[in-house]
C-alpha cells in the first residue's frame, strides 16, 4: 500500500506570495517573525511592571508628607473610613492630589509621545505647538481683566487658551502647498508662543497683583486641588486620551514618512489633524489642571523607546502609565525635601527630569523614531 501523498495545506506566506517565492523568502520570513513573538513578551511584562511602580507610587502619595502616615492606616482610610479619625482625614485629603497627578501625568505623556510622533522628532515636546504661551497669557488675561482668582476659573480659561493657540498655530502651518508639515508646525508654534509670552510679560509688568496670583498657577504642581478642579477637565482628557490611543498604527505609519504614509493609504493631513486634536485635548487638559509642567512629556517618551523600540502602540500605553508615576514621585519628594513648605511638583520635575534627559540624550537611548 503506498503512503499518502496529499499535499499539506498552503501556508499564509504560499498564499500571499505564491509557492516558490515563499519557499526562497522562507528562512527571511521565519527569521522575522521570531523577534515579534520574543519582544512582545517582555514588552507586556514591562508593562506590568511599570504599573505596579505606579500603584507603589500612588500609595506612597497618599501615606507620604508633612504628616507621615503608615501603609496600613492609608488601607483602613480607604477601605473603614472614620470621619473622626485624623489620619483617615488626611489620607482622604490627599485622594484628589493623587488623582489629578495621574490624569494630569497620564495626559502629558501621551501628548508628549503624540506630539513626537507627529513631528517625527523624539525630543518634540507638547509646548512646541504653543499649547503652554496660549494657557499662560489665556490666564493672566483672564486674571487681569476678568478678576479671576480660583482654580475653576484658570482651568477654564487655561484650557481655552491652550485650544486657540493650538489652533492658530495649525491653521499657519497648513499655509502653503505642502500643508501642515513637522517642520512648519514646529516654526509656526515657536513664533506664536515668542508673540503670546511677550504679551504676557506685557500684561505682568504693568500690573502687580496679576503677576502675584498668576505666579501661583505658572510653577506647575498639583497642590491644594479638590475635586472641583479635577472633574470639569475629566472628559477632555478622556476624549484627547482615545483619540492618541487609537493613533498607534497611524503614528507608525507616519514615522516613516509622509510619501509613505499616503503609500499604506494613510490620508496625512487628516491623521495629522486628528491627532493633533487629540494632544490639544490633553495638554490643556493637563496645562488647566495643574499649571504648565515640563520635562514629563519630553522625558518619559524617549525614555519609553529604550523598552518598546519605536512601535507606538506600545510607547503610548507606556507614556501613559509612567509619566504620572514620574509626575507624582516629583510631588512626593517636593513634600518633604523642604519641610514644613513644600516645592511644587512642576519645579521639581525639572530638577529630576533635566538630568536624566541630558543623560539619555548622551546615552543615545531612544534616538530614533
Not at 514591562?46 to 502616615?69: D, E, F, P, T, Y
Not at 506664536?192 to 505666579?215: E, H, K, Y
Amino acid at each position: 500500500m503506498t503512503p499518502s501523498t496529499t499535499p499539506a495545506p498552503a501556508t499564509r506566506s504560499e498564499r500571499t506570495l505564491g509557492a516558490p517565492a515563499a519557499a526562497a523568502m522562507g528562512p527571511r520570513l521565519s527569521v522575522r517573525a521570531q523577534p515579534a513573538r520574543k519582544v512582545r513578551g517582555p514588552r507586556t511584562a514591562w508593562l506590568l511592571a511599570a504599573v505596579v511602580v505606579l500603584v507603589v507610587v500612588c500609595c506612597a502619595s497618599l501615606a507620604v508628607g508633612a504628616r507621615g502616615l503608615s501603609l496600613e492606616t492609608v488601607w483602613q482610610a480607604l477601605s473603614q473610613f472614620n470621619p473622626a479619625d485624623g489620619d483617615h482625614a488626611v489620607v482622604h485629603a490627599r485622594i484628589p492630589r493623587t488623582v489629578l497627578g495621574l490624569l494630569a501625568g497620564a495626559a502629558l505623556g501621551l501628548a508628549g509621545a503624540a506630539m513626537q510622533g507627529v513631528a517625527r522628532n523624539p525630543l518634540a515636546d507638547p509646548g512646541i505647538i504653543g499649547v503652554n504661551a496660549g494657557a499662560a497669557l489665556a490666564v493672566v488675561t483672564g486674571i487681569y481683566v476678568f478678576g479671576v482668582s480660583s482654580l475653576t476659573g484658570y482651568i477654564w480659561f487655561g484650557f481655552i487658551g491652550a485650544a486657540a493657540a493650538a489652533v492658530v498655530v495649525y491653521l499657519i502651518a497648513s499655509m502653503g502647498r505642502d500643508g501642515a508639515t513637522p517642520v512648519k508646525l514646529a516654526l509656526a508654534g515657536a513664533a506664536l508662543s515668542a508673540g503670546l509670552f511677550s504679551l504676557m510679560n506685557v500684561i505682568l509688568v504693568s500690573s502687580q497683583d496679576t503677576l502675584d496670583r498668576f505666579r501661583f498657577w505658572q510653577v506647575g504642581g498639583i497642590a491644594g486641588r479638590d475635586w472641583s478642579v479635577v472633574l470639569p477637565g475629566l472628559p477632555f482628557l478622556i476624549v484627547g486620551a482615545l483619540i492618541v490611543l487609537l493613533a498607534g498604527r497611524v503614528l507608525n505609519s507616519l514615522a516613516l514618512g509622509d510619501d509613505v504614509a499616503r503609500g499604506l493609504g494613510q490620508n496625512v493631513g487628516l491623521a495629522r489633524a486628528v491627532t493633533a486634536l487629540g494632544i490639544v485635548l490633553l495638554c490643556g487638559s493637563a496645562t488647566a489642571l495643574a499649571g504648565p509642567i515640563g520635562f514629563v512629556g519630553l522625558v518619559v517618551p524617549h525614555a519609553v523607546r529604550s523598552l518598546t523600540g519605536p512601535d507606538y502602540r506600545w510607547i503610548l500605553p507606556f507614556s501613559a502609565v509612567l509619566a504620572p508615576a514620574l509626575l507624582l514621585v516629583s510631588d512626593v519628594v517636593g513634600r518633604v525635601i523642604l519641610l514644613p513648605g513644600e516645592v511644587p511638583a512642576g519645579i521639581m520635575t525639572a530638577l529630576i527630569g533635566a538630568p536624566v534627559f541630558v543623560w539619555l540624550v548622551r546615552r543615545g537611548k531612544g534616538a530614533g523614531l
